[in-house]
């Protein structure tokens, strides 16, 4: 049983769920880590790899090659502040979130058509228009997702992030500009760029690594 205790020990310290039975799966996530429980659409969601290991990915993220413009392929790089992180780091702020940490939301930054697809549980759909004049989206619009979805606070046209949250955003992956376009555009509302998160590998990173999906939490 010492063993046990041990890795038990190491996967609290860096914030993720651990359990005795992790080895029971032949697919972990990484060595010490089988799965991530989070709350997606008030239920319970646990996820963890694709177990057959003769899966193949999802045919919806199986095409190599989209128009550019606009498919074009994101830099590592998004801006100067914004962090670029990959799977086991959006699993870490899951995690945190379902421990309790109201100061960071995970958002879907695509279309609704695409995010019907599965998400990423936990997840919550914001929609790359929603932030985005270019689109439509007025500044009223915008000013009450960033009041009421993500704690920025409007004082007489001045905006003050101090309780603002860490957002996660992510989309289709390294070639879709949706989590771009709303990064950016938060930037030029003056959002922090260190609340920024950038999830660059999106869904077809999420589906290629055979992580668990869910339906868009209404």
């Given amino acids: ?14 914030g993720l769920a651990f359990s005795a039975s992790s080895f029971a799966a032949a ?43 606009p498919f074009c392929i994101q830099p590592a790089v998004l801006a100067p502040g914004v962090e670029t992180i990959a799977e086991v780091e959006v699993l870490d702020y ?16 695509r279309t609704p058509d695409w995010a019907a697809k599965g998400t990423i549980p936990g997840a919550v759909n914001i929609p790359w228009t929603k932030l985005n004049p270019a689109k439509g989206a007025d500044p009223i619009s ?13 004082l007489e046209g001045l905006w003050d992030y101090s309780n603002a949250k860490t957002l996660v955003m992510f989309c289709n992956g390294m070639w879709c500009g949706q989590s771009p376009n709303n990064i950016k555009n938060l930037l030029k509302f003056g959002y922090p760029a260190h609340k920024i998160k950038w999830y660059r590998g999106g869904m077809q990173d999420w589906e290629i690594l055979g992580l668990s999906t869910a339906k868009v939490a209404n």
């Fill in 142 to 154: 915008i000013g009450e997702i960033m009041e009421d979805s993500f704690g920025a606070a409007n």
């Fill in 1 to 14: 049983m010492k063993p046990i205790k041990i890795i038990t020990t190491c996967a609290l310290a860096v």
């Fill in 94 to 109: 899951l995690k945190r979130m379902n421990d309790g940490d109201d100061s960071i939301m995970v958002i879907d930054s």
């Fill in 27 to 69: 697919v972990n996530i990484t060595p010490k880590l089988e799965s991530v429980t989070v709350k997606h659409g008030g239920k319970m969601v646990k996820i963890m790899r694709n177990q057959n290991q003769k899966n193949t990915v999802n045919p919806a993220f199986a095409k190599t090659s989209r128009k550019c413009p």
